[in-house]
């Protein structure tokens, strides 16, 4: 039996595809994919109800240089079950599960190949059938039958499509057959945006857009999209794909991915601006200020655009959204907000639940950009975000007003801080339970403190002007602490007295203080 459990990464599957960076060494190669690629197929199959070779499958990918190598390592996992197999090429990871969904596709389940933001050495793969983005789960018991020699041959018989494979530049490989996948998904945001904008064949005539795809799968969004309806996107950047990511990460929570487009937004003086992930599952904005509309700006701009067709519809959130933002969906929306958890598959099942729970909830959003609104399957789609956003901006310029206004009255915290303190012991995780449950017991007796409520992840303190989140990292030995106060410099105060209690715990290393 292999050990395939630490490429498991909550929802998605991602390791260390190719050398580069020192001290890294590969554990997700052809090999490792063709083995996965079982385990999928035996999942599948046990899901549906299917045999192999009654399945149709599609697999895409991100810019980067290991992702023909993967595909090719998948196939060798497929190819001898005989399921048809279309290779989308280069692809967004919302258009992967698209195609379980395009009547002209029909998909019987996808593979998208990436690791999202991580470095170009880095690689993964996200799995997708009609209802959904598989959960953790379900890539724990696919890794379980990966890591089983013989669970293809248990499970799935004897392979009948043997004789299948061809000659590639003289490699043999199980063939997969070309499908334009993002064709049709484009066509499908072009025609969201002219039915939303309802302005004509080119409803984005005179309006100036700056996509910034970092190099990622983005640039799609601004030639296929947005040019062909008649926006300026001339100022556009990055938009070429490039699996070693030279100009800056393809991350909306970047910094120096923020500040390039905000330079780039005021400079060539544009309406407004997007940014995309690497795989276009999430997405940011800035306005023609050059402000960003990033974590807390963007969960308030999705909940604005949900409450137009949903007054009083339920918004859910990861963990460290601040007061501002709960007060703007609440009082100025006049929505409700539940703050989750971390993790873009939590919010998004979170709000699932509340659904068949006869509670109206249309929209599940985390700071980090992903966004799944329940119209559109709740599917993490960060062009379907801009889409929506393109539709406004397009609506407000018709009235003379700009996008900014849609969220004017989101007030920002005075200060805020991040400080991810590792836990250097081998049992990190009662450590870390040990930890928090000690800090719940220190701010009940507190006279000063009180712990927010409810709460759903880690201990989150109200102090007098401002909060604290503590929290264990969904996958690392880690305890990020997030604060916000609403004073200048009040974060000083706030990481003060957590330091001091924090500081007799021995295996916590405090030096990030």
């Not at 309006?207 to 030639?223: E, H, P, R, S, T």
């Not at 975000?385 to 003379?400: D, F, H, N, R, S």
Request: a negative charge; one cysteine or more.
């Amino acid at each position: 039996m292999k050990d395939y459990k630490k490429l498991q990464n909550g929802s998605d599957i991602r390791g260390i595809a190719i050398t580069g960076v020192p001290g890294e060494l590969p554990n997700l190669t052809p090999d490792e994919a063709a083995d996965i690629a079982g385990g999928f197929l035996i999942w599948l199959c046990g899901k549906l109800g299917k045999k192999p070779e009654e399945l149709t499958l599609a697999i895409g990918r991100d810019p980067r240089v290991s992702g023909q190598y993967l595909l090719d390592g998948l196939m060798n996992g497929l190819g001898p079950y005989g399921p048809k197999v279309y290779d989308c090429g280069l692809a967004s990871t919302p258009a992967m599960f698209m195609s379980t969904i395009f009547p002209e596709f029909q998909c019987d389940g996808s593979i998208m190949i990436t690791a999202s933001h991580l470095p170009y050495n880095r690689n993964g793969f996200k799995f997708f059938t009609k209802d959904g983005g598989l959960d953790k789960g379900d890539i724990k018991e696919i890794l379980k039958y990966a890591a089983d020699d013989d669970a293809c041959l248990k499970h799935l018989g004897e392979p009948a499509f043997t004789d299948n494979m061809t000659r590639r530049m003289g490699k043999k490989i199980y063939p997969a057959e070309f499908a334009d996948l993002m064709t049709p998904y484009c066509e499908h945001l072009k025609k969201l945006i002219k039915d939303g904008a309802d302005n004509g064949e080119r409803p984005l005539e005179g309006m100036k857009i700056v996509v910034d795809a970092g190099n990622g799968g983005g640039g799609f969004y601004a030639k296929k999209v947005l040019a062909p309806l008649g926006a300026d996107i001339r100022d556009s950047q990055f938009l070429e794909p490039d699996g070693m990511f030279e100009n800056h990460a393809p991350n909306p929570e970047d910094r120096d991915a923020m500040a390039s487009i905000c330079t780039q937004v005021i400079s060539k003086g544009a309406d407004f601006g997007l940014i995309f992930d690497t795989d276009v599952d999430r997405s940011a904005a800035v306005d023609g200020k050059g402000r960003e509309i990033a974590r807390n700006g963007i969960v308030a701009m999705a909940a604005a655009l949900a409450a137009e067709d949903a007054p009083g519809t339920t918004v859910v959130t990861d963990s460290i959204t601040s007061r501002q933002l709960t007060e703007f969906i609440e009082t100025d929306l006049g929505l409700k907000h539940l703050r989750f958890k971390r993790g873009y598959k939590n919010v998004i099942n979170k709000a699932i639940e509340l659904n068949a729970e006869g509670i109206d909830c249309q929209l599940a959003i985390e700071t980090s950009g992903h966004a799944a609104f329940k119209e559109n399957y709740f599917l993490d789609d960060g062009a379907y975000l801009a889409t929506k956003i393109v539709i406004k901006a397009a609506k407000l310029a018709k009235e003379g007003k700009t996008l900014d206004s849609v969220i004017e009255a989101l007030e920002d915290p005075a200060d805020e801080k991040e400080i991810r303190i590792p836990i250097i012991c081998s049992e990190f995780g009662p450590y870390g339970d040990k930890v928090l449950e000690d800090l719940k017991n220190y701010v009940e007796a507190s006279a000063e403190l009180t712990l927010e409520e409810p709460n759903y992840e880690g201990v989150r303190i109200n102090f007098p002007d401002g909060w604290c989140l503590l929290r264990k990292s969904l996958h690392d030995p880690i305890l990020p602490m997030n604060m916000a106060s609403d004073s200048e410099g009040g974060c000083e105060k706030i990481k003060a007295e957590m330091a001091e209690f924090l500081t007799k715990y021995d295996e916590l290393d405090l030096s990030v203080f």
